[in-house]
């Protein structure tokens, strides 16, 4: 198989020394494996600008999906009730675990390219008594857009409800200082802006509020506060972990580090991302999202014209060295370009010259 540059939003492109950390083979009870963990799980707590005082992290097995399920699984109780908002097909994706899980729940929906309005929200939140918790994607890698997560923050915190983000997508590409904004439960995966591989989501949860969960869950696998007592203890997780990934994990995270930290990271894909919507608008791929609410993970673009096919285009990328991803939306043609993994700006432009040579061809 090729070695192809992925545009995508995760599985991404990493590096050499994060894939050659798996060539390795760990055992789950030594102690040096345990302490990678406990190693990722405080770095995590920093990057998110929090201490163990207030907060804490716990590692799940699975996709980002299963951490996202974890805490439906263990935050919520039979007698709360959910306000979720959505946008695109992650924020959809909940409000199926909620009815799976028999949540008591009410859908905030809103056009894939549109914010949530603060106002309609509060009158959600001053009619419905009965919620007690919010949840929103930070950012909705269905079409990119970035919802705005203080406004959302600044309800949760004045109407005295339990905040949940899904900063999948977003978490070790942006900065969010979860202490500030006051989210209860933040989750995010692997293999996302942090530039491990998939095998694993982590939860970053208030302690007090995780402290209350006990008995909660509906799966035993799932069980976001078990697992947490057994990691707590010495770094073991409960059931078989996906060692060659934490692993690779670990070494994602040094680098991360080396590259500057958030700030760094979060200028690389911002460059990323405005080198190619320029450049493609003008050979007439136009993104879908405005520019005031793209994100800087993931961008998606409309199709030129009539003409244009998807499966040729992708095609044609693909034997140059990149891999796209096609688009997600059902009542607009679109194709999607992923900023984030270890791709520069250098990888953008050959990109963007490809893309022109396409356009050049197929005009003629």
Known sequence: MNNYKLLTPGPLTTTKSVKEEMLFDRCTWDQDYKDITQK????????????NEEYTVVLMQGSGTFAVESVMNTAITDHDKSLIITNGAYGERIV??????????????????????EAELRSILDEDQEITHIIM???????????????????????GKTLIIDAMSSFGGMEINVPALGIDYLIS????????????GFVIAKLEKLLTCEGNSRSLSLDLYDQWKEMENDGKWRYTSPTHVVAAFSKAMDELIEEG??????ARYQNNNRILRERLEKVGIHAYIAE???????????????????????????????????GKLTD????????????????IQTLCNIIEEYMGVMAK
């Open 40 to 51: 990722i799980r405080s770095q995590l707590l920093a990057l998110a600008g929090a201490t």
């Open 96 to 117: 199926k675990m909620a009815k799976y899980i028999g949540l008591t729940f009410r859908e905030y929906s809103i056009p894939y390219n549109e914010y949530p309005n």
């Open 137 to 159: 994607v930070h950012c909705e890698t269905t079409t990119g857009i970035l919802n705005p997560i203080e406004v959302v923050a600044n309800l949760s915190k004045s109407y």
């Open 189 to 200: 995966s692997a293999n996302k802006c942090i530039q491990g591989v998939p095998g694993f």
């Open 261 to 266: 930290g958030i700030p760094a990271r979060h």
């Open 292 to 326: 005031e609410k793209q994100s800087p993970i993931i961008t998606t673009f409309l199709f030129p014209n009539e003409q244009f096919n998807f499966e040729d285009f992708y095609s044609y990328v693909k034997e140059r060295g990149f891999v796209l991803y096609p």
């Open 332 to 347: 607009v043609d679109t194709f999607r370009i992923g900023n984030i993994g270890e791709i520069h700006e250098e990888d």
